[in-house]
């Protein structure tokens, strides 16, 4: 299979235009007889994060070219929804990035009230605020447990998944399920939440800021394994990252400050205060800072929803079946990976016409190809760290 790959290949230039310093010389390369071995890693291998295959072409063990090749857990979800009427999409969006399903329901929602033109009654847009953020502490706590357990050290992710239980568990109050929520509906979201719930996630996110620096941060940061696995690798410069389109804590760790929740407001964002993180290192590490800053923001917004929650409707009256006028409608929201956008397209039956899902996952693999070429082979999975990808989601 690799050789008539590499036949296909033959006479085009390489993807990564690079080359390793002892193949590129002849005098070393003839002498010594040196030629370069191309490798699958994946898809089944324990660390390719769910379904995904590396074609590396290796010198030694340094990369020389690294080819992403992503479908094997694809699902038509984009075709499906087009033959579902619009309230039945919800539940299906919880499928594409999994650790984010609360972001992957309001993108949709966003794009098809855009559609509606419909008012959300404001308790409804300060819950759906709330759960969002308790969805990104639930993805980016775990996400730096999972990088060191992919360098070799177990104990950081026992700590990460204390917390993720107990916001899963909140999250099973208030809908009744901890993975695929269906929650948030178009008009606003499904129930209120119980009595009694919100001062107890207040309190628990008061206390998780000292218990994620104390268990996590101060175990994680100072590492000289983390430090020397971490720094300088995966470089990448601003320009870089923004014309391959990397968005999230990726690109947030190169310098660029963009953030859909500041730079493209929605839902209650513009009233609350939160400062959008960066780093300019551009490394795996800088990455990382990016998230456990990340986290203390989502605590600080999250205490913020709370306090000024108001009393009102959770649900607008849009109807149970929903016929918007042809047209199309775009929503977007901040996911824990990165921009998550959805387009839908109405002809103005109550199905829509074509539903297009922008996942962050699939747009920030494209950083493989141009970032991991001229690394060792041991550094793919802390660069694969930095992108957190979700093979749910870029297998949409």
Same mark, same amino acid.
């Given at each position: 299979?690799?050789?008539? =790959?590499?036949?296909?290949?033959?006479?085009?230039?390489?993807?990564?235009?690079?080359?390793?310093?002892?193949?590129?010389?002849?005098?070393?390369?003839?002498?010594?007889?040196?030629?370069?071995?191309?490798?699958?890693?994946?898809?089944?291998?324990?660390?390719?994060?769910?379904?995904?295959?590396?074609?590396?072409?290796?010198? $030694?063990?340094?990369?020389?070219?690294?080819?992403?090749?992503? $479908?094997?857990?694809?699902?038509?979800?984009?075709?499906?929804?087009?033959?579902?009427?619009?309230?039945?999409?919800?539940?299906?969006?919880?499928?594409?990035?999994?650790?984010?399903?609360?972001?992957?329901?309001?993108?949709?929602?966003?794009?098809?009230?855009?559609?509606?033109?419909?008012?959300?009654?404001?308790?409804?847009?300060?819950?759906?605020?709330?759960? *969002?953020?308790?969805?990104?502490?639930?993805?980016?706590?775990?996400?730096?447990?999972?990088?060191?357990?992919?360098?070799?050290?177990?104990?950081?992710?026992?700590?990460?998944?204390?917390?993720? =239980?107990?916001?899963?568990?909140?999250? =099973?109050?208030?809908?009744?399920?901890?993975? +695929?929520?269906?929650?948030?509906?178009?008009?606003?979201?499904?129930?209120?939440?119980?009595?009694?719930?919100?001062?107890?996630?207040?309190?628990?996110?008061?206390?998780?800021?000292?218990?994620?620096?104390?268990?996590?941060?101060?175990?994680?940061?100072?590492?000289?394994?983390?430090?020397?696995?971490?720094?300088?690798?995966?470089?990448?410069?601003?320009?870089?990252?923004?014309?391959?389109?990397?968005?999230?804590?990726?690109?947030?760790?190169?310098?660029?400050?963009?953030?859909?929740?500041?730079?493209?407001? @929605? *839902?209650? @964002?513009?009233?609350?205060?939160?400062?959008?993180?960066?780093?300019?290192?551009?490394?795996?590490?800088?990455?990382?800072?990016?998230?456990?800053?990340?986290?203390?923001?989502?605590?600080?917004?999250?205490?913020?929803?709370?306090?000024?929650?108001?009393?009102?409707?959770?649900? $607008?009256?849009?109807?149970?079946?929903?016929?918007?006028?042809?047209?199309?409608?775009?929503?977007?929201?901040?996911?824990?990976?990165?921009?998550?956008?959805?387009?839908?397209?109405?002809? $103005?039956?109550?199905?829509?016409?074509?539903?297009? @899902?922008?996942?962050? *996952?699939?747009?920030?693999? +494209?950083?493989?190809?141009?970032?991991?070429?001229?690394?060792?082979?041991?550094?793919?999975?802390?660069?694969?760290?930095?992108?957190?990808?979700?093979?749910?989601?870029?297998?949409?």
């Amino acid at each position: 299979m690799l050789g008539e =790959e590499r036949k296909l290949r033959e006479g085009a230039p390489t993807l990564s235009g690079r080359v390793s310093a002892r193949l590129a010389n002849p005098d070393i390369r003839d002498e010594f007889g040196l030629e370069a071995m191309d490798m699958n890693m994946g898809p089944q291998h324990p660390a390719m994060h769910g379904l995904l295959r590396l074609i590396l072409e290796l010198d $030694g063990e340094t990369v020389v070219r690294c080819d992403p090749v992503m $479908g094997y857990l694809h699902r038509c979800q984009e075709k499906i929804a087009e033959n579902r009427m619009y309230p039945q999409i919800v539940p299906l969006t919880d499928r594409l990035d999994y650790l984010a399903g609360m972001m992957n329901e309001h993108g949709y929602c966003l794009a098809v009230e855009d559609l509606l033109d419909v008012e959300i009654p404001p308790r409804a847009e300060y819950l759906r605020v709330l759960v *969002s953020e308790l969805m990104r502490l639930a993805s980016h706590i775990p996400s730096v447990g999972f990088l060191m357990l992919e360098l070799g050290a177990f104990t950081p992710i026992l700590y990460a998944f204390r917390e993720r =239980e107990q916001i899963q568990s909140y999250f =099973e109050a208030i809908c009744g399920a901890r993975m +695929m929520f269906h929650y948030i509906r178009i008009g606003g979201v499904k129930a209120d939440v119980p009595e009694g719930l919100l001062e107890e996630i207040y309190e628990y996110v008061d206390g998780l800021g000292a218990r994620f620096q104390a268990d996590l941060v101060e175990l994680v940061v100072g590492n000289e394994i983390y430090i020397s696995r971490t720094k300088g690798v995966g470089m990448m410069t601003p320009e870089q990252a923004v014309e391959i389109g990397v968005t999230g804590p990726p690109l947030r760790g190169t310098g660029v400050g963009f953030d859909s929740r500041r730079d493209y407001p @929605y *839902s209650v @964002y513009p009233e609350l205060d939160f400062d959008v993180i960066t780093d300019d290192a551009g490394d795996v590490a800088a990455s990382f800072r990016v998230r456990i800053k990340e986290v203390f923001e989502s605590i600080k917004i999250i205490k913020q929803v709370i306090e000024k929650m108001p009393e009102g409707a959770v649900l $607008g009256d849009t109807g149970r079946r929903l016929r918007p006028k042809e047209g199309d409608g775009f929503g977007r929201v901040e996911s824990p990976r990165g921009e998550f956008a959805v387009h839908v397209v109405s002809d $103005g039956s109550d199905s829509p016409y074509r539903v297009h @899902y922008r996942d962050p *996952s699939f747009a920030n693999m +494209m950083l493989l190809q141009e970032v991991i070429p001229g690394h060792y082979l041991p550094d793919i999975m802390p660069i694969m760290g930095m992108i957190d990808p979700v093979s749910g989601g870029w297998d949409k």
